[in-house]
């Protein structure tokens, strides 16, 4: 199961690894996407604002997760760098422990709170019962949204990135399905397609664990290993706590862009949601970067191979400049017709072109600085990655966004780039914090 990442070429390793967690994030992009196509197609305006807006809220929960979770990864990914199989049993029975009691507490507290959370977010009074329904669904499902992710990042942290592929398949099929079935036969939209969702997710889990079951991990997990200890939990979130923290203020930065949509009426709230979804879809390079980097770094760095690590770094930068701009000169040309097929108004595909027409080049800075918090995750640096992200969010995002929306009130182009201007601003810190640590490196050496 474990794959040594510390040897061969890094360009093949990189391929090796990325490809499947490329194609597990685009399926579950895809099945998310299938959501808002279906409610498109049985249901109305508001239903696809409900189903935009609350899936909005459940990616700002789920990339928390993901981030807190990247803390096993790298800890994992460095033990078996380092030939450390007991460290890493430690490390995957802590995450076990940590990840089950957070995530029935997270579920219940959001449930709580979920009258709250579409009041804040400023939901379309048509738009309103609808969120709420879909919100209560998905928040039940918490625990098995937090079990499929910790399985998949202890796989990667073993160098694995196919078998996540597989449990993310079989989650993909069984919601489109049911999506057909609950949203087309029962009618039951936006509770449908939460439905569907937590659903296919509890069988993406169950296929992870018979496969757990079935296959040797090459690890041997004792009772003690998910007994909390100090000092491995410690480690796990000095680094998962800074991306989780990192990752949640991107999601509510965007959260707020969509808050600002919201009060500019319902269309612009639709096309805001819709093109938020599309462009997950161009995002997957990025984001497999990303879980890429800090994992072939990881294991590198815990193998004393840092030049490697480096060499990670700049092979994964390249192909996402190369990958972001291809994707930036399409959407200039195609923006109405991909959006028109998730609504049939008119309107929310003109608002929702200029919206993504602008937010298309963030394909390219978020692509480098993404590869970026991967590598200073791998280090143990994570705060770098932190830091970054809140200096862009509070300087050039939310502003922007807000100023753009002001000034601009027939389009939505001027709030799309403000959303890329943000991650400019992060490729120019993290630059800066890269030469700063190569430059220490030596120093220290």
């Given at each position: 199961?474990?794959?040594n990442?510390t040897?061969g070429?890094v360009?093949k390793n990189?391929?090796?690894?990325?490809l499947?967690y490329?194609?597990?994030?685009?399926l579950q992009?895809?099945y998310?996407?299938?959501?808002?196509?279906?409610?498109?197609?049985?249901?109305g305006?508001?239903?696809?604002?409900?189903?935009?807006?609350?899936s909005?809220v459940?990616?700002?929960?789920?990339?928390m997760?993901?981030?807190?979770?990247?803390?096993?990864?790298v800890?994992v990914g460095?033990s078996?760098?380092?030939?450390r199989?007991?460290e890493?049993a430690r490390y995957?029975?802590?995450?076990?422990?940590?990840?089950f009691?957070?995530?029935?507490?997270?579920?219940?507290?959001l449930?709580?709170g979920r009258?709250?959370?579409?009041s804040v977010?400023?939901?379309?009074?048509?738009?309103?019962s609808?969120?709420?329904?879909?919100?209560t669904?998905c928040?039940?499902g918490?625990p098995?949204?937090t079990?499929?992710?910790?399985i998949?990042s202890?796989?990667?942290?073993l160098g694995?990135s196919?078998?996540?592929?597989y449990f993310i398949a079989?989650a993909?099929?069984v919601n489109?399905?049911?999506d057909?079935?609950?949203?087309?036969a029962?009618?039951?939209?936006?509770?449908?397609a939460?439905l569907?969702?937590?659903?296919?997710?509890?069988?993406?889990v169950?296929?992870?664990l018979?496969?757990?079951?079935?296959?040797?991990m090459g690890?041997q997990l004792?009772k003690a290993d998910?007994?909390?200890?100090?000092q491995?939990?410690?480690k796990?979130?000095?680094?998962?706590?800074?991306?989780?923290l990192q990752?949640g203020?991107?999601?509510i930065?965007f959260l707020?862009i969509?808050?600002?949509?919201?009060?500019?009426?319902?269309?612009?709230?639709?096309?805001v949601?819709?093109?938020e979804?599309?462009i997950?879809m161009l995002?997957l390079?990025?984001?497999?970067?990303l879980?890429t980097?800090?994992?072939?770094?990881?294991?590198?760095?815990?193998?004393?191979?840092?030049d490697r690590?480096v060499?990670?770094?700049r092979?994964?930068v390249?192909?996402?400049?190369?990958?972001?701009s291809?994707a930036?000169?399409?959407?200039q040309?195609?923006?109405e017709p991909?959006?028109?097929?998730f609504s049939e108004?008119?309107?929310?595909i003109?608002?929702?072109?200029?919206?993504?027409?602008?937010?298309?080049f963030?394909?390219i800075f978020?692509?480098i600085h993404?590869?970026f918090?991967g590598?200073?995750?791998?280090?143990?640096k994570s705060?770098?990655?932190f830091l970054?992200?809140?200096l862009?969010?509070?300087l050039?995002?939310?502003?922007?966004a807000?100023l753009a929306s002001r000034?601009?009130a027939d389009?939505?182009y001027p709030?799309?780039?403000a959303v890329?201007?943000?991650?400019?601003?992060?490729?120019?810190?993290?630059v800066?914090?890269?030469?700063w640590l190569?430059?220490?490196?030596k120093q220290?050496?």
């Amino acid at each position: 199961m474990e794959r040594n990442l510390t040897t061969g070429s890094v360009f093949k390793n990189i391929l090796r690894f990325s490809l499947p967690y490329l194609f597990s994030y685009f399926l579950q992009t895809l099945y998310g996407m299938a959501d808002l196509y279906l409610i498109g197609q049985f249901g109305g305006v508001d239903q696809t604002t409900a189903v935009s807006v609350g899936s909005q809220v459940m990616h700002m929960v789920t990339v928390m997760l993901v981030g807190l979770a990247m803390g096993t990864t790298v800890m994992v990914g460095q033990s078996v760098g380092g030939n450390r199989s007991r460290e890493a049993a430690r490390y995957i029975g802590n995450t076990v422990t940590l990840f089950f009691a957070g995530s029935v507490a997270l579920s219940g507290i959001l449930l709580l709170g979920r009258s709250l959370i579409v009041s804040v977010m400023a939901v379309p009074a048509e738009a309103v019962s609808g969120t709420k329904a879909y919100l209560t669904i998905c928040f039940l499902g918490i625990p098995f949204i937090t079990a499929y992710n910790i399985i998949s990042s202890i796989f990667r942290g073993l160098g694995d990135s196919k078998s996540p592929l597989y449990f993310i398949a079989a989650a993909c099929v069984v919601n489109v399905g049911l999506d057909y079935l609950f949203m087309g036969a029962f009618g039951m939209g936006p509770a449908g397609a939460a439905l569907g969702t937590t659903l296919s997710q509890t069988v993406s889990v169950l296929v992870a664990l018979t496969v757990i079951s079935r296959r040797k991990m090459g690890l041997q997990l004792q009772k003690a290993d998910f007994r909390p200890g100090k000092q491995t939990m410690g480690k796990l979130l000095k680094i998962g706590v800074p991306v989780a923290l990192q990752d949640g203020f991107i999601q509510i930065s965007f959260l707020l862009i969509t808050i600002i949509a919201n009060h500019r009426g319902l269309e612009d709230a639709a096309a805001v949601g819709i093109v938020e979804k599309v462009i997950g879809m161009l995002f997957l390079v990025p984001s497999s970067m990303l879980s890429t980097v800090s994992a072939l770094a990881a294991q590198n760095i815990g193998a004393g191979r840092r030049d490697r690590a480096v060499k990670t770094l700049r092979y994964a930068v390249l192909l996402c400049v190369v990958f972001g701009s291809a994707a930036s000169l399409a959407v200039q040309f195609c923006a109405e017709p991909v959006l028109a097929l998730f609504s049939e108004d008119a309107w929310v595909i003109l608002l929702g072109s200029q919206y993504f027409r602008g937010y298309v080049f963030d394909c390219i800075f978020a692509g480098i600085h993404f590869c970026f918090s991967g590598y200073f995750c791998a280090g143990g640096k994570s705060g770098l990655s932190f830091l970054h992200n809140v200096l862009s969010i509070v300087l050039a995002r939310i502003p922007g966004a807000y100023l753009a929306s002001r000034i601009f009130a027939d389009t939505l182009y001027p709030m799309g780039l403000a959303v890329a201007g943000g991650s400019l601003l992060s490729v120019a810190v993290c630059v800066i914090a890269f030469v700063w640590l190569q430059k220490k490196e030596k120093q220290d050496g």
